[in-house]
């Protein structure tokens, strides 16, 4: 079963820029998280999807942010245009339904913003 | 807020010996707690799973126990081998619906040495 996936694994871009980042959940997992580490800090949750919906997306810094999963499979989360502050290691988890289950996570996306 | 406190200074011990990793929260109650491993630039991987109503579970060499009196829970590690070293996480997860999102301690880094 292959597991979680992250695209890309690294992004360097300059502040005012875009960057989509994409992510793969273990297939048939309703449940997708997104997260991000600023250097020094806690992991911090930004927003949870069950199939194609939002359930929660208390933790998005701003209107920056938008992030999709369209048809419940892969996400993408767009940061537009990236400020200093949001480079981290973005990090996409995945559970299945019901229950308190495991999150299995993705390898991160380091975002470097200049 | 909630807060998540783990040893904040690095641990080292001896090859065969039991780590004790310590996790204090406050201004929460959560349903579960989960301790996850992370190794460097990698996401990080599920160990173990503990209810609000439980007191103790074990996998293997791995232990938790769960004091919600306290609020403190405490991982460890027997028998500890060098491949044991990697930065372990206390995570605390909350009820159903829109409370899935886990929050995050900073982690505390293990190194055990042969």
């Known amino acids: 079963e292959a597991g979680v996936t992250q695209f890309p694994s690294h992004s360097v871009i300059e502040k005012g820029q875009t960057v989509t980042l994409r992510c793969d959940p273990i297939?048939?997992?309703?449940?997708l998280y997104w997260y991000r580490r600023v250097m020094g800090k806690e992991i911090k949750f930004l927003l949870h999807?069950?199939?194609?919906?939002?359930?929660?997306e208390s933790g998005m810094p701003n209107n920056r942010f938008l992030a999709e999963r369209t048809g419940g499979t892969y996400s993408t989360l767009k940061v537009q245009p990236a400020e200093l502050e949001d480079s981290g290691v973005y990090f996409c988890a995945s559970a299945k339904a019901g229950g308190y289950n495991e999150q299995f996570f993705g390898p991160g996306t380091r975002l470097t913003v200049l | 807020s909630q807060k998540i406190e783990q040893n904040s200074e690095a641990l080292n011990i001896q090859e065969g010996k039991t780590a004790t990793l310590t996790c204090n929260y406050t201004?929460?109650?959560?349903?579960?707690l989960q301790w996850y491993r992370q190794d460097p630039g990698r996401g990080p991987v599920f160990l173990l799973l503990?209810?609000?109503n439980e007191k103790e579970k074990r996998k293997e060499r791995l232990k938790v126990t769960f004091d919600t009196t306290l609020k403190q829970s405490l991982f460890h590690i027997t028998a500890s081998q060098p491949a044991d070293s990697a930065t372990y996480l206390c995570?605390?997860?909350?009820?159903?619906?829109?409370?899935?999102?886990?929050?995050w301690g900073l982690g505390t880094s293990l190194a055990v040495n042969p």
């Open positions: 999807f069950v199939k194609e919906s939002k359930q929660d």
């Open positions: 201004n929460y109650s959560p349903a579960y």
């Open positions: 995570a605390l997860g909350g009820r159903a619906g829109n409370n899935r999102k886990l929050i």
């Open positions: 503990i209810r609000e």
């Open positions: 297939s048939g997992h309703d449940n």
